[in-house]
């Protein structure tokens, strides 16, 4: 069964001068995890929005949990879980506060707040902080209780707006592990992000998105497949280039590119970094030393220039420029 | 029902907060208790011809612009949940379109009655004695605090639209400022040139302090028309503005709330 189902959404601003959803249609299988990927501007929060009923599409159809989010968005709201680019959550207040107050809106009991707050401040790692004002938050502690908040009713579908957007690299593999543990039990989830890395490790499903709309979708081993893969990168000395590239032939299994003024060689790699080491080892016995090695893994950029010929530019709109105002004042604190 | 639950959720968030950011109540009641003291002992010589001096003239001011002042306070909130996008959160919630926007302006009522019963003591302290018993004097509380709660809808609404939670406190406290002191809160209307007097006469702040000097026991005409209307019925008036503000921004709030970021 399908979770949620997007057709041809049509969302334009300034009078149908930018348009930021341009036709998109998209769908979740119940109990997996759709990975939407695209850069600032491309639409994907006006996606989340539209889905998660907050904004009302110009055009096109959308069903959560099969409920129509236009007709019966209340009903919508019963079942799903948001929670968005930056924590949604009141500052001033403690974990707990917040926790118990969305579960009271939830129309919880008041036993049953205070019960489902502890059980996720617990699930969440937050229980020793859980009395702290949220504003003495890391910003992975901050989007942990955000995310925390969305699951008070444990819902069906669950909507994660770049949920690692903005945090360091621990916050955000502290993050991973949060979401896989609730993929693990089966929630239906829609994650938009910026990174190939992310939707990788996290989706079932990748969808492209491109200016309003879906450009490609399968799974993360076919987009990769689609684009090219990882690749070896290697520079080295100009009179060591034809016996590197040949060592570099050998290793990757297949036909190496040089760029001889660069001194650079590029071989497609499918071991990624046992090839790495492979390659260090032969090169080592050969004694040639490289000036800079590198396994490339390809990267959004790589995705959407092999997808549309364009690099992955920055679409300047009313949603995400309300995203960026958001994000500065973030950043402030 | 659940609607009215829902919204006291949300009022309940805004006592929380008090709670854990105590600050925020104190300088609440710091600036208008400060207010008290200044104008008292300032302007002490503007009461040479009043019986119990200028405080029985100034108290029911000085309550009338704190109430006043509500319109930013309501509208600086709403616009930092905005910014924060809790407003974004609780608008995913299965709740009433109208709950949130009730709760903010009840939470801030609440916060007035303290704010007002700190003044009150403070003006005792200085001098104010209301002289026309208990239940008039109750009556004259109740038209502030219902005062403070129509304009808070106002900026509900202000708040909703700006989205920035600095810029709408500067512009309602541009609006409201001028307000409080375009009447006969804090002197009488006469000394100001003509066209101003008819603004001061009509002005929602003058009625209120006319109404409520009324209830605490001390009548004073305002205005440059004789017998007109406002200063005849200052209290009727009052309320007529009172329902006026709550037909109009209370439903502009509601929808604005359901339609924001359309």
């Not at chain 1, 994660?160 to 502290?174: A, F, I, Q, S, V």
């Not at chain 1, 309003?212 to 009179?239: H, P, W």
């Not at chain 1, 280039?241 to 032939?249: G, P, Y």
């Not at chain 2, 005062?147 to 202000?158: D, K, M, P």
């Amino acid at each position: 069964m399908k979770s949620v189902i997007a057709e041809n959404l049509v969302k334009t601003y300034r009078n149908g001068e930018v348009r930021a959803l341009d036709g998109l249609s998209l769908e979740v299988e119940e109990g997996t995890v759709l990975g939407v990927l695209g850069p600032n501007g491309a639409g994907k929060t006006t996606t989340v929005r539209v889905l998660a009923t907050l904004l009302k599409p110009d055009s096109g159809r959308a069903m959560v949990g099969g409920i129509d989010v236009v007709k019966n968005p209340k009903a919508v709201r019963e079942i799903i879980g948001l929670s968005g680019q930056y924590a949604a959550v009141d500052e001033t207040l403690t974990g707990w506060d917040n926790l118990v107050m969305f579960g009271r809106l939830y129309h919880l009991s008041s036993e049953a707040a205070n019960a489902r707050a502890r059980e996720l401040l617990e699930q969440f790692s937050l229980a020793d902080d859980a009395k702290r004002p949220i504003k003495t938050f890391s910003g992975g502690m901050r989007r942990r209780l955000d995310l925390a908040a969305s699951l008070i009713i444990r819902p069906k579908v669950l909507f994660l707006d770049e949920p690692t957007t903005g945090l360091d690299p621990r916050g955000r593999m502290e993050m991973w592990k949060v979401i896989e543990g609730l993929v693990k039990d089966g929630v239906t989830l829609l994650l938009t992000t910026q990174y190939l890395e992310e939707a990788d490790q996290l989706a079932d499903e990748i969808a492209v998105i491109d200016r309003g709309k879906v450009i490609a979708r399968g799974t993360s081993d076919q987009l990769k497949t689609q684009v090219g893969g990882e690749r070896l990168e290697l520079i080295v000395a100009e009179a060591d280039i034809s016996q590197a590239r040949e060592i570099a032939d050998r290793v990757g299994g297949s036909t190496s590119s040089v760029d001889v003024g660069l001194r650079k060689i590029s071989t497609p790699v499918t071991t990624g970094g046992e090839a790495l080491v492979g390659l260090l080892r032969e090169l080592d016995l050969a004694k040639i030393h490289p000036l800079d090695i590198a396994l490339k893994r390809p990267s959004l950029d790589d995705v959407f220039m092999s997808l549309t010929g364009h690099a992955a530019e920055e679409v300047e709109t009313a949603a995400s420029n309300e995203k960026n105002k958001g994000k500065k004042r973030g950043g402030k604190k | 029902m659940r609607a009215l639950s829902d919204s006291l959720v949300i009022m309940k968030r805004q006592l929380l907060q008090l709670a854990r950011v105590p600050e925020v109540l104190i300088f609440n009641t710091i600036q208008p208790v400060m207010f008290v003291l200044l104008f008292r002992y300032v302007f002490a010589g503007l009461g040479s011809g009043i019986k119990g001096g200028y405080v029985q003239l100034l108290m029911p001011g000085i309550f009338v612009q704190t109430v006043t002042f509500t319109l930013a306070a309501t509208a600086q909130g709403m616009a930092q949940d905005m910014e924060k996008g809790l407003i974004d959160r609780f608008r995913s919630l299965p709740i009433s379109r109208a709950a949130v926007v009730t709760g903010r302006t009840l939470g801030d009522g609440l916060l007035n009655i303290v704010v007002i019963a700190v003044m009150g003591t403070a003006g005792f302290v200085v001098g104010w004695r209301p002289t026309s018993g208990l239940l008039k004097i109750s009556l004259g509380f109740l038209m502030l605090l219902l005062f403070g709660y129509a304009l808070s809808w106002a900026g509900i609404f202000a708040g909703l639209v700006a989205k920035d939670a600095r810029v709408v406190a500067n512009i309602s406290f541009l609006f409201t400022f001028p307000l409080t002191f375009l009447s006969n809160a804090f002197a009488s209307t006469t000394s100001m040139p003509k066209p101003l007097q008819y603004v001061a006469e009509w002005n929602p702040v003058s009625t209120m302090v006319a109404g409520v000097r009324q209830l605490f026991g001390f009548h004073n005409m305002f205005g440059v028309t004789k017998n007109s209307f406002p200063s005849t019925h200052p209290i009727q008036t009052s309320l007529l503005y009172m329902v006026l503000i709550m037909a109009i921004f209370v439903p502009l709030s509601v929808q604005k709330y359901k339609n924001t970021n359309k």
